[in-house]
Nanobody, 124 residues
Framework: QVQLVESGGGLVQAGGSLRLSCAAS????????MGWFRQAPGKEREFVAA????????YYAESVRGRFTISRDNAKNTVYLQMNSLKPEDTGVYYC?????????????????WGQGTQVTVSS
């Protein structure tokens, strides 16, 4: 089992940047693929980015490709989401999640563990 705690959210103007972190408990972090999802008010939770166990494969939603970068540090049990050129439509609660599968990482149903979320608000 793994527990996830996100941090780094906040209020930023359009065009600005934020870096989200997700710290995982336990000594098996490297055995999990990790993903970031977000949920805006009144909308379903959507896929943002994912990284496989070793970090050799990375996936992005088309809406964030070229602006967001996911990375992981298995020695620190942490996954990051660097968000640049933020837009108001990026506003939402951002969740990190862990999956013990290494495929279909854009599917939220493949993730077993979730953090509590961190709010990101982008003002225009």
């Amino acid at each position: 089992q793994v527990q996830l705690v996100e941090s780094g959210g906040g209020l930023v103007q359009a065009g600005g940047s934020l870096r989200l972190s997700c710290a995982a408990s336990g000594r098996t972090f490297a055995s999990y693929a990790m993903g970031w999802f977000r949920q805006a008010p009144g909308k379903e939770r959507e896929f943002v980015a994912a990284i496989n166990r070793s970090g050799s494969r990375i996936y992005y939603a088309e809406s964030v490709r070229g602006r967001f970068t996911i990375s992981r540090d298995n020695a620190k049990n942490t996954v990051y989401l660097q968000m640049n050129s933020l837009k108001p439509e990026d506003t939402g609660v951002y969740y990190c999640a862990a999956s013990n599968k290494d495929y279909s990482l854009n599917n939220r149903n493949e993730y077993s563990y979730w953090g509590q979320g961190t709010q990101v608000t982008v003002s225009s």
